[in-house]
Every structure is written in C-alpha cells, then in structure tokens.
C-alpha cells in the first residue's frame, strides 16, 4: 500500500536530483550552501556546528576531569627565612602559560583559576551550544518538515538568519574564552558574573553570546509552531503526526515563551554589570536571589527544551527498530504537552536553599508532577519493546541506553525536589551526577541514536553497523563510570565546582576520570564511523529500517523538494501491524503474523 | 497601465511579459513554493507574528516582574521617584502613540481599499509620530533629568533624595523606557521600510502581509506604553 | 482576482476538491467559509475606537491628579491599592481595545488569540510566583539576620531589617530649599544622602571620576545599612507575626555564633 497519491502529477514532472548534489564549483557549492533557505542544508549545517561546540565541551569536560586526578594540596616550607607556597596534584596549572589572568590570588593557585574557567567553559558550551539547540536545531531542521510532508518549514529565510545567529553568538564565546575564559559558571550568578574579572570585557562577551543565542532559539521555535500548523500534508491531523513532530512541538512552544525572560535576564545582568544599575546588587537595595529567579524561569523550562526532542527521538527509534505499534500514542502526545506545561512551575527548585519556606514548599510539591507524564512515556517505552521484534542495531542500543539511564536520572531528581533531602545534597555532586543522567544519559545519548537512525536518510550512506556499536558501549560503559560514582560522591559530601577535595574521596574520583577517557574514545569512534561513511559508505537504501513516517517516502538522501509529489496520508506513522513500510520486502520487513486467539501483544 | 494612460507615451521594451509588467507590483508579487496559497502564506506570517509578539511581551514582562517586586519593597521610593516625573509629557508621548497606532490601522485599510495615495500619508504620519515621540523621550525627559543626577545605580547622584532606594525607582525607569524606546526604533525602522515598499507598490488588497505584520509590531510597542505609562507616571 | 493567476495547472478547486475529499489548497479547511484575514474595519469603526483611548486617557491621567487633589484638599490619605487598580483597570481597557480592533484579533482566527493568552498565562506564573518568594523573604532575612556574620555575604546589607521601614521609626520631615514642610518624611540615616558628590554640576569631571567614586559611593551606601541595622538580639525571630516552619538553631548567647 502506497500512500502517495499522484492527484498534483506534473507540477514536478522533472527530476529532482538529491540536496547534496554540488552546484558547479568549489566556491560555487560552499556559496550554495552559505544562502540556502533549504531546511536539510540548514539541519546539516547545524549538526556539524554543534559537533564541533560538542567537541570543544567536551575536551574542557576532559581537562576538568584530569585536575580531579588528584587533590589539590598545598604546600608551605620556609626557604631561606621566606615561608614559600606551593601546590602539588595541579594538571591544568601546565596552561597557565597561555591562559591570560589567571595569577594566583588570595589562596587560589593559578590551576585552580584554570579549573574555574574550565568547567564554567564547558557549562556554557554544553548547554547554550549543544544541548539546546542539538537536536531541533539539526535534526529537526531536517526531519519536521519531511515528516509532515512538507517542502520546508514556514520560514525558510528566517531559519537560515537562526544559523547565522547561532554561529555569531558561538563567536562570541569562543572569542571570550580565547581572551582568557570566564569563571562564573553557566548559570552567571550574581555576584560572580557582576565582579569577578571587573576590567575584562570577555564576561560580558560571554553573557552577549547567551543573549544571542535566545534569539537563534526564538526564531526555531516560532518556525516549527506555524510550520506543525500550516504545513501538515494533506490526511495527516494532529493525531497523526508521528511523535518526535509533536516533541519538536512541545518544544517549540517552550523555546517562544521562556527564551525571551533570559534576553531580558541577561540584558539586566549587562546593565548591572557594566552601569551597576543595582538591582541584582544587595549592597544597593538590589537582590541576587531576584536574579536567580529570573535565571531559572528560563533555564528551567530550558531543561525541557533539552529533553523533549529526546523522548521525541526515542519514541521514533523504539517502535521502528522493535517493529511493533507505539503503545499509547496519545498518551505519549498528552505526556509531552504535560511536560511542556509543568516546565514552568517548577523553577523553584534549584533555589531550594535560597527562597523562603513558601515558596520552597510550593515549588516542591509542583516539581513531584513532573514525574507523572515521564513515568507514563517510560511506561509506554518499555511497553512497546515488550514482545516486539527488537533489532539490536546502534539506533536501537542508543535507546535501550537512554531508558537505562534516564530512568535513573529522573528517579535521582526526586530525592533533589524533597527539601529536606535537598538541603544535604544541594550543590553536591549528587546533583552533578542527576543532571548529567538526564541531559547527556536522556539528551546526547538519544541525539547520538537519532543521528545513527537517520544517518542514511541524511546523507544517503550506511555506516559501518559493527564498529558504530562498539562506540555505543563503550559510551556507556564510560558514561556510568564516570556519573555513578559521582552519585556516590555526592551522598558522601563532595560538594560540586571545587578543584580539590579529601583524600578519602580519591578513588571515586579517579574511577570518574577513568571513565570519561573511555566516553572520549567511544565518541572518538563515532566520528571515526561517520567521517569513513561519509567517504567510503555504501549507498542507503530509501528506507533500511522499514520506517512509517514520511521521511522514509522519499530517497536517501531527500530530494531538494523533499517530495516528488506532495504526499497523502492515509495511515498512522507507527501501524507496523497493518502497513508494509514504503519502499522494503515484505521478506525483509514481514508484517507481524495475525494474533492467535487470546493473545496479546501488550 | 501605467505608462500609456497616464503619459501617452508609447509602451517601452520590456523584457518581461507586458501583461505582468503593467499589472502593479503587489498582483506581480508570488508566494513561496511551499505554500498552497498567498492566504496560507498570510495567514502563517501572522501567526508568526503573533508568536513573535509573544516574546517580545515576555522579554518585557522580566522588567515588570522587576518593577513589581522593587515596588513591593520600596513603595516610597517609587512613589517619590515617581513625583519627579513630568505626566504632562507622558501623556502627551501617550496620545502620540495612539494616534500613530490609529494610522498604522487606517493604512492597512488603506491596503485592503487599494487606497495607494492615503497609504503612504497615513504611513508617513505614523513616522512623524515615533520621531516625536523619541524627541520629547530624549529633550525633556531623558536630557534634564540626567543632568540633575536622577540617574540608574551608582550614577544616581539627586542630592534630595528621600529614600535611600530611589537609584532603585531610576534604573527600572531608564531600563523600562530605554528599551521601550529601542522597540519604538525598531518599529520605525520597519515600518520606513514599509513606506519604501509602498512606493514601489507592493502592498494591494489581499496582498499586504509586510503592512500587516509590522503594523502588528507597532501596536504591540503601543500597549506596552499603555502600561507603562501609568505604573512610572500615574502612581503616588 | 490576483490569486486566481497562482493556482497553477491543478484545475478548478471544485472538482479536485469533490475527486480527492478535500482541498488540496486548505487540507486542514483553515480558510472554510469565511477569511478570516481580511477583515476591512470601517473608518468610523477607527474614529471611534480612537477617540475612546484618547477618553481614556484623559480618564487615567485625571483620576491620578484627581486623588492627589482629594488627598491634599480634603486630608484624605486613599490607600495605593486604589490608584493602581483604577490605573490599571483602564490600561487593561486600552490594551484590550488596541488589541481587540486596531490589531484585528477579534475577527482574527481563534488561533491567534490562544497564543496570546498563552504568553498571558506565563506572566501571570512568572510573575505570581516570583512575588510569593520574593514577597516573603523578609521572613528569611530577619532569620538569617541573627546568625550571619560580615564575611559570609560580606554583610552588605543582605539583612532585611535594614530595609524594612517599619522597623526604623526614626523619621525626620523633610523640608524644602526654603524650609517649608513638603509633608514627606525620611530616615534619619538618610540625611548623609546629601553628602554624595553632584556630578550634574561639570559631566567630564563625572565622566573621569565615576569609576574610581564607585567603590567609595557603594561604601558609603554600606555604612548607612550598617548604621540602621538592629543589634542582633536571639529574640528577634520571635518577632514575627507568622508562626515559623522552622526553629532558629540555638543562639544562647546572641552573638550569631551558636
């Protein structure tokens, strides 16, 4: 059964060759590329700037790591009637030299100031750079349209200004940390990002680059919100709409209405700083704490913005590779607008230990909701698998991966919005550890399987299956060496953004930095999987995974028009049971066998 | 149409099709190859707009948090900050801002109507109205007060004050109207791109997406105003 | 009709759309019925809808001086809530008014008007839960006001007894240049306020000097809390009105050490 329907024949009778198809030259192409308004080229062009912000995160990440090899200790002799200080189990010190500013200064070594700006370094890049924009940047780009049918999203010109804006902010900080790196960690609290560094403009840079980046952020949002209403094909209604479309939705809307508070946020915190207009400012009748609020009504629902493109993805990975109907679309649908929605109730928490008892206690009864719609998408996840024909390809590993570790992630976030358990492990390790279950276990881990998945959509070549999944393990063997032990760290006191620590908490830590050389090489294979696909991989078929959804409709790679014809539908993006999957052999992709009496599949 | 029945002149070589070259420039206009239709294509840039309108009242609604909670701690020294201010000129700036809302409708009426002549007045008023406005801000608010020392933070400097958090009243002040008074810029600066554009006739009935949208934009800058004006002016 | 010439080879709308069971053009039937985006309001409509917010304002602006008249004739203090509600409740008419009719989103597809309700609905959470954190802090600050020592906030104020007028009774009148009464009071720690140096009076010197006077001005600033703040007592907490969730830790001898 076909669901493309020929009834606008002839308004492309010509054939289209694939968007990657070189336009004349060198110079010509990379032009083509600098101005097109195509939403695939876009979606290319960001997934391969995020992996680079990727990369420089992550090598931070690695450099933060090796200092907590061992701890800092401080040594003091008197040599020669002088009492000389000294430090021993300093790694990132070995920079000082080509870090500007980064003296020693009133018991704080130069390695330390390194250290500082390392993990504030990594912050920054990881969540403005990466993890926010990663997957409806890239892959949503590229995927919102072809699963809606469409020829591109609402706004091509204003899509392509979303790029430009996010490789402009992305100066910015690079050019922040080239001029010597900021130490005021991700979240910019006053007063670290109001005094520290005072005759240095790269604070500033820094916070302009975040300030950037919400505009990138606005103008996807707003894309995908008129492009899920305006330009569904003909037949597809909303409960049609496979389910990433409906997390890009989601996502979509939280993206319009947080990300202008931080602009303003960010406007304030430039105009404290740089005019001391004081209101952030105690000293002046200003309040920090009014700041932080301002901070995480963003940054809260921002968290959102990072993990529901993943439920998104996942919830395309599972069915297709377990072959089997999603269990509980519209369940699946209504949790992801829940969550959209809960999203800006709980911002409270991370000010647990800040705000006054009324609001603590409101914001921690609101953030046990959260619970409730993620329980009901593990659920249905898990539900799905559960007798389904599982291919354990990397897409599908990826996936068993993220149930694994975002359920922990989540299940750990519910001891942080208790307030009495909160007060002990409150800027502890336990929450490093959380948040990292969740925004790399749940968000890169299911950004990596999704690229994995679509991979030969995208660029119309396989990758090579064998060597893609021995990078998938050992990513997750290194990522829970790294984390859980971090879980451990945290209960026992280790209090997180300190370059030195007890003694006694020396083997965890070194099993932690163990484990993050062996994520470094498992990512290290993943780009080495990609890069000889893309020079050497063999040719993808239009759909090798016996997809649904209409990305599959079209070659591998897309035409530049996406559709020969503007497709119709007339079945859902997941009935495995009742569709042959467009372009496969039923030998290959046999529809399950009619169920016996009394049987059930879930 | 044009060249023959107005100058008598003969047609002039064209290369484009004389029936399209001498249709006006909004029938010419097509709609992206996306779309289905200029109406799908009109009404998702208004929708568009519309969202982006939204973010443009969240990015506003962090000062009025700000100013909510400042007020809440110091009523008094808003109150006397507040005293300081001239509410002749806010007013005035207030009925300036309406009637440029007012023309900005009336030529999107104007469009629809193919009204061409009362388009570009009707424009060109709303103009005139955001270069008063941004003068009275700047010569008689802004101008004199700075230079008395009623000014944000640390710079604050009015050696009467009354209450130790008046800079407090005077940041908020300045930030508030300051960007105000940026999206007043902003918005003229579009809608001068409009009136170019209708010179050139590109805006017709049915075919006025750009009037419509930064029409949208310049009222939105107006009910901002219409807020702001009572909560800096009007309290005591 | 200029969308006529658009539709390219697809045929009369009618017969596809009868072939196929909807419109190719508006699968979704958007546009069924009526178009919603081209609504013309009259010009009288505009007329008077402008001369209602004109009203309006004069409303607004009158109602204002209208109480401060009452107040100072007739010695009647009206209480704040008064003014803003009046203020405000014509603002919201205003806005309504220009949103409604000179944006068009009453004849504008409903869709329109959810999303603006949506982004009221998130200022109304932002804005509604900041105030009860920050309307309350009073209550950690007076707490933490007993057992935090300079250093750890560096004690610049953080306290909130040092802002909290109720506290500080101390008031003095202030007079004008020619002392008169101008009927408003002020803290007696306030009078140092005339101290601060006039930049008004040469800006370059302002210009030059404004950066090195900013450390002396916020110190300045510092010593006038210091001055209004209350010697820590350990039976300050038991101050408050409200009963308290969590007991104070044990100060006995309320030097803000336990």
């Known amino acids: 059964m076909s669901t493309i329907d020929t009834h606008n024949a002839g308004q492309h009778a010509h054939h289209e060759g694939s968007y990657l198809t070189p336009h004349g030259g060198a110079l010509a192409t990379i032009w083509n590329w600098a101005t097109t308004i195509d939403h695939k080229k876009i979606g290319v062009m960001y997934l391969f700037a995020i992996m680079f912000m990727f ?6 990440a690695l450099g933060v790591r090796a200092e907590l090899w061992e701890p800092t200790r401080v040594v003091t002799e008197v040599v020669e009637g002088e009492t000389v200080t000294s430090y021993t189990g300093q790694v990132l010190v070995n920079l000082a030299p080509i870090v500007p500013g980064v003296e020693s200064e009133g018991g704080i070594s130069a390695g330390m100031n390194i250290y500082n700006r390392a993990f504030s370094l990594h912050g920054i890049i990881m969540t403005f750079m990466v993890i926010v924009p990663s997957v409806p940047a890239s892959l949503g780009n590229f995927f919102l349209p072809l699963m809606l049918g469409a020829k591109d999203v609402a706004f091509p010109r204003l899509n392509l200004m979303s790029w430009y804006i996010y490789v402009f902010g992305s100066i910015f900080a690079v050019a922040a940390v080239v001029m010597g790196g900021v130490d005021t960690g991700w979240t910019f609290y006053t007063p670290y990002s109001t005094m520290t560094d005072a005759d240095h403009l790269r604070v500033v840079f820094v916070i302009l680059a975040a300030f950037i980046l919400g505009f990138s952020s606005i103008l996807t949002g707003l894309n995908f919100i008129v492009t899920v209403h305006k330009l569904r094909a003909p037949g597809m209604g909303w409960f049609d709409m496979p389910l990433f479309v409906w997390a890009m939705y989601a996502t979509a809307i939280i993206q319009v209405l947080a990300t202008p508070v931080i602009g303003i946020t960010l406007l304030l915190l430039i105009f404290e700083r740089v005019f001391h207009v004081g209101i952030f400012d105690p000293r002046m009748g200003g309040d920090p704490v009014l700041y932080q609020h301002f901070f995480w009504f963003y940054s809260h629902p921002v968290v959102y913005v990072m993990i529901i493109p993943a439920f998104g993805i996942i919830n395309e990975i599972i069915p297709v590779h377990a072959r089997k109907k999603l269990f509980g679309y519209r369940a699946m649908a209504f949790a992801t607008l829940g969550i959209a929605a809960v999203s800006f109730l709980v911002w409270g928490h991370h000010m647990f230990t800040a705000s006054g008892e009324l609001a603590a206690m409101i914001f921690s009864a609101l953030t046990f909701l959260v619970a409730i719609p993620t329980a009901i998408k593990v659920f249905n996840w898990v539900a799905t698998l559960y007798k389904g024909s599982i291919a354990f390809n990397t897409p599908m590993l990826y996936a068993l991966s993220f149930l694994f570790m975002f359920t922990i992630g989540g299940l750990t976030g519910l001891p942080l919005a208790t307030l009495a358990t909160d007060l002990h492990l409150h800027d502890s ?87 993050s050389w062996i994520l470094g090489i498992g990512f290290l294979i993943h780009l080495g999987v990609f890069v000889h696909s893309l020079v050497a991989g063999r040719k993808a078929p239009e759909n090798p995974w016996g997809g649904l959804s209409l990305e599959w409709e079209t070659e591998s790679p897309p035409i530049e028009h996406n559709f020969h014809h503007e497709p119709i539908v007339k079945h859902g993006p997941y009935d495995f049971d009742t569709v042959q999957p467009p372009h496969t052999d039923p030998a290959e992709f046999p529809m399950p066998e009619p169920l016996r009496p009394g049987e059930r599949t879930h | 149409m044009t060249s023959i029945e107005t100058g008598g002149n003969p047609p002039q070589h064209n290369q484009q099709p004389p029936a399209l070259s001498t249709e006006p420039r909004w029938k010419r206009q097509p709609f992206a190859n996306h779309w289905r239709s200029h109406a799908e294509d009109f009404d998702a840039c208004k929708i568009g707009m519309w969202l982006f309108l939204t973010t443009e009242v969240l990015l506003f609604a962090g000062i009025f948090v700000a100013y909510a909670v400042f007020r809440m701690w110091y009523p008094e020294a808003f109150a006397n900050g507040s005293h300081h201010l001239d509410v002749h000129w806010g007013a005035l700036n207030t009925v300036i801002l309406l009637i440029s809302s007012f023309t900005v409708a009336a030529s999107i009426r104007n469009a629809q109507l193919n009204q061409q002549g009362l388009l ?117 | 009709m200029a969308d006529q010439q ?24 958007f546009h069924e019925g009526e178009e919603h985006g081209h609504h013309i309001l009259s010009m009288r409509m505009l007329v008077v809808i402008l001369a209602l917010l004109l009203a309006l304002t004069g409303l ?111 008031r003095t009148t202030v007079t004008g240049p020619d002392g008169e009464d101008t009927g408003r009071t002020r ?72």
Request: hydrophobic share 45%.
């Open chain 3, 187 to 258: 803290r007696a720690s306030e009078e140092v306020a005339g101290a601060i140096t006039d930049y008004s009076a040469d800006p370059d010197v302002a210009r030059t000097r404004i950066d090195a006077d900013v450390l002396e001005r916020l110190e300045r600033y510092q010593e006038r809390r210091r001055a209004q703040r209350p010697a820590a007592s350990p039976n300050r907490v038991t101050d408050l009105s409200s009963p308290r969730l969590f007991a104070p830790p044990d100060d006995e001898d309320g030097d803000g050490n336990n």
């Open chain 2, 120 to 236: 570009k007045i009707n424009l060109s008023i709303t103009l005139v109205c955001a270069l008063l406005f941004m003068i009275i801000k700047f010569t008689f608010e802004y101008a004199p007060k700075w230079a008395e020392g009623k000014r944000p933070g640390v710079w604050f400097s009015y050696p009467f004050a009354a209450d130790p958090n008046e800079h407090i009243w005077w940041s908020l002040y300045y930030t508030a109207t300051g960007i105000h008074a940026l999206h007043v810029l902003i918005g003229a600066g579009v809608l001068f791109v409009v009136l170019l554009k209708s010179f050139k006739g590109w805006y017709g009935p049915k075919h006025y997406t750009g009037i419509e949208v930064a029409g949208l934009y310049w009222h939105l800058v107006d009910v901002i105003w219409i807020f702001l004006f009572p909560l800096l002016y009007l309290i005591h």
């Open chain 1, 429 to 515: 390790y336990f929450v490093v550890a959380h948040f990292h279950y969740v925004m790399m276990g749940g968000t890169i881990i299911a950004f990596v399987g999704g690229i994995h998945h679509w991979w030969p959509k995208m660029f119309g070549k396989l990758y090579n299956e064998r060597w893609a999944i021995v990078g998938c393990v050992l990513v997750f063997i290194g990522f829970n060496l790294t984390f859980f032990t971090q879980f451990i760290l945290g209960t026992r006191g280790m209090p997180r953004r300190y370059a030195s620590y007890p003694d006694e908490f020396q083997f965890l830590h070194q099993l932690s930095t163990i484990g």
């Open chain 3, 60 to 170: 607004t602006v009158g109602s204002a001086q209208a109480e401060i008249i009452i107040a100072e004739e007739l010695g009647i203090s009206i209480p704040q809530w008064v003014n803003v509600t009046i203020a405000m409740t014509i603002a919201t008419v205003k806005a309504i008014l220009v949103v409604a009719f000179f944006m068009q989103l009453y004849y504008d597809t409903k869709l329109n008007t959810m999303i603006l309700l949506f982004c009221l609905l998130t200022f109304g959470l932002f804005i509604g839960f900041t105030s009860i954190d920050m309307g309350n802090r009073d209550r950690i600050y007076s707490w933490k006001d007993g057992q935090h020592t300079p250093g750890g906030t560096g004690g610049l104020g953080l306290e909130r007894g040092a802002f909290d007028s109720d506290r500080n009774p101390r």
């Open chain 1, 55 to 60: 990369f420089l995160g992550g090598v931070a």
């Open chain 3, 6 to 29: 658009h539709q390219g080879p697809a045929g009369s709308p009618t017969s596809e759309k009868e072939k196929l069971g909807f419109d190719p053009h508006d699968p979704h039937g």
